[in-house]
């Protein structure tokens, strides 16, 4: 990608975010249907703009990092709202254009009588701000009290939590992922553990506990489908950066763009907030692709430090 002023993309960069809360002995808590050009003027507040347009918009916002740069925000619609304003607060124009869809789960009446188990549960562990979402709302609905101990992986799940009241959360310290949660835990042999989570997914968490002698039960709180996607209609748009926040969604993003001749969609640069995303895009063939830090916050961060260096 040209840069603001023709320069071409500089080459991949890496940013570290810590992001922890206190950290007590637990306690806590990856449908679309409108067009895309309602999307941006409900959501993002902006109708979608031309070339000129766009440079009117960086003379408006010149001391806003990303003036006039149109972002392409990937992320459900509930997830993306807090990322799309704090872009258009940085004087960008965020462009969203959600690659899943979320959804309850399929059988309620499963996850009600599962929910009833945590009376019996040590520790109950929420793996993203979906899995607060769903599982919160059918565990306050049945009355039945968290357990002792509560984890997540990620500080958006944490902050989920708090927002409903949780008040203690064990997160891990520097990586964000299931990894970086099993190296916080303590010994859990004979403990009852519960994993909110949607359908499918990563089975390193469950596994390892079970190894460690924890007895592990997944409930399927919401599911994932894909969205219908124009992925000439996201070219024609000329976002000048791409933010992806699911393996999922990648792999989703790059199927469709494969059956689409000409200007190859991974020649926008990407941002993604986890290694193991990078890892694919790279496999994918992404040009420029920027691992940010975790959160909103990170993210934001990240694409304000590329676009000071495209100047």
């Known amino acids: ?16 975010c810590a992001c922890q809360l206190p950290h007590p002995i637990l306690d806590e808590t990856t449908s679309h249907s409108t067009k895309a050009s309602e999307n941006d003027a409900q959501v993002a507040g902006y109708p ?3 070339e000129g347009e766009n440079e ?21 619609h509930e997830q993306a709202v807090h990322l799309v304003q704090a872009i258009e607060h940085a004087g960008g124009i965020p462009l969203l254009r959600p690659l899943l869809q979320i959804a309850p789960a399929e059988n309620a009446d499963v996850l009600k009588a599962q929910v009833l188990h945590l009376a019996d549960a040590d520790l109950a562990i929420f793996i993203s701000p979906n899995a ?10 049945s009355g039945v009290a968290l357990p002792p101990a509560v984890a997540t992986i990620g500080p958006g799940s944490a902050k989920a939590l708090g927002e409903r009241g949780v008040g203690k959360v064990l997160l891990p310290d520097t990586r964000h992922d299931s990894e970086g949660l099993l190296e916080q ?4 042999t004979g403990w009852r553990v519960m994993i909110f989570r949607g359908e499918g997914g990563r089975e390193l968490l469950g596994e390892t506990l079970r190894a460690r002698g924890a007895s592990v039960e997944y409930v399927t709180c ?34 469709q763009a494969d059956t689409l001749p000409g200007r190859r969609i991974s020649e926008i640069p990407l941002f993604v907030p986890h290694p193991r995303i990078a890892e694919l895009a790279r496999e994918q063939g992404w040009s420029h692709v920027y691992l940010t830090g975790t959160g909103d916050e990170g993210l934001l961060a990240t694409l304000q430090d590329w676009a000071k260096k495209q100047d």
């Open 56 to 76: 009117s918009l960086r003379e408006l916002h010149i001391d806003q990092p990303l003036a006039g740069l149109k972002i392409l925000v990937t992320r459900p």
């Open 1 to 16: 990608m040209a840069n603001r002023h023709g320069a071409s993309s500089r080459p991949e960069h890496e940013s570290a």
């Open 132 to 141: 607060v979402q769903y599982g919160m709302a059918a565990i306050q609905a």
């Open 185 to 188: 835990l303590p010994e859990v």
């Open 222 to 255: 919401y599911r994932r489908s894909k969205a219908d996607l124009d992925v000439g209609e996201l070219l024609n748009a000329h976002p000048d950066a791409m933010v992806v926040t699911s393996s999922e969604a990648l792999a989703h993003l790059r199927q």
């Open 48 to 50: 979608p703009e031309g």
